[in-house]
């Protein structure tokens, strides 16, 4: 009934969140940016070591997600590497400097993706009208929005959210992401009436590394993927399943 996304930033993470209990996952670079396209090599490499679903991030930089002829370009160039490789999906959304969604590149690319899923992410959240940023994304040929209801957390935006979930009526599945964790997942499963949930479920690790070098200050950590808090997700949302259907 329900489906839980873990987006994963390395392999490490991507082996974790399938281990621990994830549907899916949303393979992305640069996590200070909001999220890029990962590299080949990692792309490669998570479809020759993952059963599960798997997404990739379309997003050459970081920034405002209306892009040039140059960068629409890399864009399609990557959706046609996914689709060789087998992927599931990918991930992208487009818009015009207006903040309305650029629909019909938009539904070009959704096409080019076929028979791949696609996800439109959130720069869903920057659109000028999310009620008819929603109906645009629908005919454009998406399967889901990730959205955190134009609030900086899910659970901010968990009132437009329900009602994004009420005007979809199943055309479209209305994802909730950023800051979803064990913590509030069952809220937002109860308050908004999503199936479908997105998160990060990170925490920093530190370099195993025994020398560092005194006179360089940037801090060498990186992000990886919580299995404890993959665990507890998966589980309050497989109590909710069970809950419901005993009802």
Known sequence: MFKLEI?????????TAQLYGAN???LCDNPSEGGTTPSAGFIKAAREKLNIELYVMIRPRGGYFHYSADELNIMQQDIITCKELGYD????????EDGTVNQSTCAK?????YPMGATFHRAFDHAANP????????????????TSGHMPTAMEGRELIGQLVRQAEDRIIIMPGAGVRSANIDDLAEQTGAREFHS???????SSIQYFNPA???ELTYIIVNAEEVSDMVSTLNKISRSRHEN
Do not use: Y
């Open 216 to 218: 360089m200050t940037e």
């Open 7 to 15: 987006i994963g930033f390395n392999i490490e993470s991507c082996v």
């Open 24 to 26: 899916r996952i949303e």
């Open 109 to 113: 690319l959704v096409k080019l993706a």
């Open 131 to 146: 009620f008819q940023a929603l109906e645009e994304i629908i005919d454009a040929g998406f399967e889901r929005i990730l």
């Open 89 to 96: 999906g990918v991930v992208f959304g487009i818009l015009d």
């Open 200 to 206: 990060s479920a990170s925490i920093s690790k530190s």
